[in-house]
């Protein structure tokens, strides 16, 4: 029995692969530099060196990258990954909940599926990372978010409650009752609440007629409060952001993130100066709302140049499977720099949006988002330049281990790309 328990330790302990160095490749370390000829070495699932001076070490596994393209994993900016598997079947559907007391103190976690076959495109599409957020149902608090790996190993949860997640603008406004002015009264007062909860836990019983916020609810909101976890709100206009930002004059302690933006570069200045992270959506570029009437592709350009931390994400983007959309909305903002008057990025830059910038807005610079030293070796060898459409993903490494590329797709193509007999659905047999 005692040797059944330490082989089931060892076949579920993290696979982490020999050292290995990549040889022989372009490498972009997604510090927002250019890329450059180099090597990546990998050991014990973390980076020990990449770029041209890289040594590779005696041992290591070599894997050639001539003629193609090395960079870290795709760190999706703001998804729904994992929390929905078919949206019109609701047993497969966790990002909402509509009938239930809670709120703030809902946490995605339980609910990530990393058997959904979107986990496994998005990994084989090179994103290996995602910020994973509920969607608000019957208040303006969505609950708290998640960051997630893609890797096969069926334990995604990176970190659970990670952020919490609420709406402001339209959205938030029918949420709490039908107008911005109720939207952020309610809030306030939510806040307000937690605040009393902190200071007496036992006195709050969150069922008087007067409060708000059931207990769980008002103890989730109390590391918001006291700044220990970030804030992500949804507010596209620049008047809603404007008032987003003076919340921290009656809570300075907020750390906020700015989502959505469409009209982020009207109030690039004030973001910049408050020092207000931003994670954008890229195609925002005509008023598809009352809230977005000055959307410009620009809007990530612009605020980049005013000083303005910003990431991708894809906010109500077919943001539950898209997020292997990642490398094209980057490469957008690097074409916008050949068009006339409009306003785009360099390409170490933009490639940041995807890499670096979101892991740092989500706490985990240190961990994830680059090929620097000591990062989770979340690593990706392309066939090309990763922002052209045209280019693949060949290998990926996550935490150091190599990952399948497999998919219901590829499968299904191998099926039919040369089908023997009785491969091919019935319709088509003579």
Not at 174 to 184: E, I, V
Not at 393 to 409: F, K, M, P
């Given at each position: 029995m005692r040797r059944a328990l330490i082989l089931l330790a060892l076949l579920s302990a993290p696979a982490f692969a020999e050292t290995v160095a990549i040889t022989g490749g372009t490498v972009a370390i997604g510090d927002g530099g250019a890329p450059a000829p180099g090597t990546v070495v990998i050991r014990d699932g973390r980076i020990v060196a990449a770029g041209p001076n890289a040594a590779v070490p005696p041992g290591a596994?070599?894997?050639d990258a001539r003629g193609k393209w090395v960079a870290p994993g795709f760190v999706a900016g703001f998804t729904r990954l994992g929390l929905v598997g078919v949206d019109a079947v609701d047993e497969t559907n966790d990002a909402?909940?509509?009938?239930?007391?809670?709120?703030a103190a809902i946490d995605v976690a339980p609910a990530i599926n990393p058997r959904v076959p979107a986990i496994a495109i998005s990994r084989a599409a090179g994103v290996t990372r995602a910020i994973v957020a509920?969607?608000?149902?019957s208040t303006m608090f969505a609950?708290?978010?998640?960051?997630?790996?893609?890797?096969?190993?069926?334990?995604?949860?990176?970190?659970?409650?990670?952020?919490?997640?609420?709406?402001?603008?339209?959205?938030?406004?029918?949420?709490?009752?039908?107008?911005?002015?109720?939207?952020?009264?309610?809030?306030?007062?939510?806040?307000?609440?937690?605040?009393?909860?902190?200071r007496n836990p036992a006195s709050y019983d969150g069922?008087?007629?007067?409060?708000?916020?059931?207990?769980?609810?008002?103890?989730?909101?109390?590391?918001?409060?006291?700044?220990?976890?970030?804030?992500?709100?949804?507010?596209?206009?620049?008047?809603?952001?404007?008032?987003?930002?003076?919340?921290?004059?009656?809570?300075?302690?907020?750390?906020?993130?700015?989502?959505?933006?469409?009209?982020?570069?009207?109030v690039a200045a004030q973001l910049a100066a408050a020092r207000i992270p931003v994670i954008a959506s890229p195609l925002n570029d005509l008023p598809a709302s009352f809230e977005a009437l000055a959307a410009t592709q620009s809007n990530i350009g612009r605020m980049k140049a005013a000083g303005v931390e910003v990431a991708i994400g894809t906010i109500d983007d077919d943001d539950a499977r898209m997020a292997q959309r990642s490398p094209q909305y980057a490469g957008n903002l690097v074409a916008l720099q050949r068009i006339p008057g409009a306003k785009g990025l360099t390409w170490g830059e933009a490639l940041a949006t995807i890499t670096s910038k979101p892991a740092e807005i989500a706490g985990l610079g240190g961990e994830i988002g680059s090929l620097l030293p000591g990062r989770r070796a979340d690593v990706v060898i392309w066939s090309g330049d990763p922002l052209e459409l045209t280019s693949a993903?060949?290998?990926?490494?996550?935490?150091?281990?190599?990952?399948?590329?497999?998919?219901?797709?590829t499968r299904l193509r191998d099926r039919y790309l040369k089908p023997g007999e009785g491969d091919m659905p019935k319709a088509y047999e003579r």
């Open positions: 596994r070599i894997v909402s909940a509509r009938t239930t007391p809670f709120s509920p969607e608000t149902a609950g708290q978010g998640a960051v997630i790996d893609t890797g096969q190993d069926g334990d995604a949860v990176m970190r659970a409650r990670a952020f919490q997640f609420v709406e402001f603008g339209e959205t938030g406004a029918r949420r709490a009752g039908g107008s911005r002015p109720a939207a952020h009264l309610f809030f306030r007062n939510a806040l307000a609440e937690a605040r009393d909860y902190a069922r008087s007629k007067d409060s708000i916020l059931t207990r769980a609810d008002a103890a989730a909101l109390v590391p918001v409060v006291e700044g220990r976890e970030p804030l992500f709100v949804h507010v596209e206009s620049g008047g809603d952001i404007l008032q987003t930002i003076a919340l921290r004059k009656d809570f300075p302690a907020l750390k906020l993130v700015i989502v959505g933006a469409s009209e982020g570069w009207t993903a060949e290998h990926v490494w996550i935490d150091g281990v190599e990952q399948s590329l497999v998919t219901r797709q």
